[in-house]
């Protein structure tokens, strides 16, 4: 038991430092491990297996809304991605550039990829000629790089795995669609695929997209009060298709500017999982993205027919969930604590006497509760334990949200609870440049969003004290 005990110990108590917490979580559940190049993290195989199941549904999701995936090259002369100034102004300080190859200075840099826009709108002015070449509904899995001052692993790094969604479109019409529509993907997915509760709305001029005519997003709330911006949607409108000379055909033979959206999501939501549902013995993984969803261990399984036994449950529990069995010789208390660490939904038990009885132990991770169930419900009882794990995982989140929620009427107000109560802060803002950057100033809060669902908290800034209908949600984030 000392082994155990010393394993346990080894993860940072979240209360006590939240920040090394998250290190010890992302290191012991073997997510991933550092690498020799400074601010990049090697994604070890648990912690791709969770990319891969996101990549998997998300990937889907895009197909049965239209969509088409593609690659473009990782590196962009500089004369293009200079083509659209507010967008080299706002990617300039993180761009890594390249400017040898082998012992040849190039004739012109390149850059690696922080984002694709400019390579995909080059692409599109050579490939859209016609009405008929809408919508153009494109996808690309990659990595980025962006030249960050300070990483963490899976939540700010300077390599990064994404998708970025570039679509054209012969409207604005149809282009502010294709963007809320993607918005909604986004939010569907965390919410019923990872069990992460987000707050919908628009970003202000100051927190959108460099380039963009307007973005949206989805904002969550991490167990510590920080908030983490987990997916965005861009309305492009026809400003890059004006820089890059994207037009069209239209039906009265008139020729037309396209409208453009993109839209995205990172490896930071497995910081989110993290953040959103771990606790002091490690990761609580949501059963649909989980890995393996239930880990069988046969207790005394040097007594006669119980690794047959268990064996026989896994094969079994094969159809309804993802299973492993471990028949190692470590003992049981070992691998109760691992598979604890690592997160995997539901543990089950079998030995001599649960045989004797016909029945087995399910364990939950996010409750530890034990349940007994018979062997001749076995299948049935476990699909629905995984579906009551995913909604109280949801619910405890959502209920952690609730609590960390605040509303300020003034600055004093919004002060005190920035310095006293970490969460979201409700507060309302008259849109104007110089109040959003007083808040930042002052009291250390960024705009979050300004969510779809408005309420009134008040009938005057919360900074300047004009009137306006406008309420936002500040906090301060990762």
Known sequence: MSNNKKFVEAITA??????????????????????????CMIIRPYGYAI??????????????TGHENVYMPMFIPKSLLQKEADHVEGFAPEVAWVTHGGHDELVEPLAVR????????????????????????????CSVVRWEKTTRPFLRTTEFLWQEGHTAHATAEEAQEETLQMLNVYADFLENFLAIPVIKGQKTDKEKFA???????????????????????HNFGDGFAKAFDIQYTDKNSKRQYVHQTSWGMTTRVIGALIMVHGDDSGLVLPPKVAPTQVMVIPIAQHKEGVIEKATELKNRIASVARVKIDTSDKMPGWKFNEYEMKGIPVRVEIGPKDIEKNQA?????????KIFVSLDNLEQSISDLLVDIHENLYNKALDNRTQKTFEAKNMVELKEIADTKPGFIKAMWCNDLACEEKIKEDVGLTSRCIPFEQEQVSDECVCCGKKTETMVYWGKAY
């Not at 080059?122 to 859209?128: A, P």
């Open 51 to 64: 990319w891969e199941n996101i990549q998997k549904e998300l990937d889907s999701k895009f197909k049965e």
């Open 14 to 39: 979240m209360d006590e430092d939240f920040a090394q917490w998250y290190t010890d979580i992302v290191k012991k559940a073997e997510l991933i491990d550092y690498s020799s190049v400074k601010g």
């Open 211 to 233: 380039g963009a005519k307007a973005t949206y997003t989805i904002e969550s709330l991490m167990h510590d009060g920080k908030a983490l911006q987990s997916g965005t949607s």
């Open 361 to 369: 132990v399910l364990v939950r991770r996010d409750t530890r509760e």
């Open 114 to 141: 922080p984002t694709s826009e400019t390579l995909f709108c080059e692409h599109y002015s050579k490939t859209i000629e016609s009405y008929n070449d809408l919508p153009r509904l494109y996808n690309q899995w």
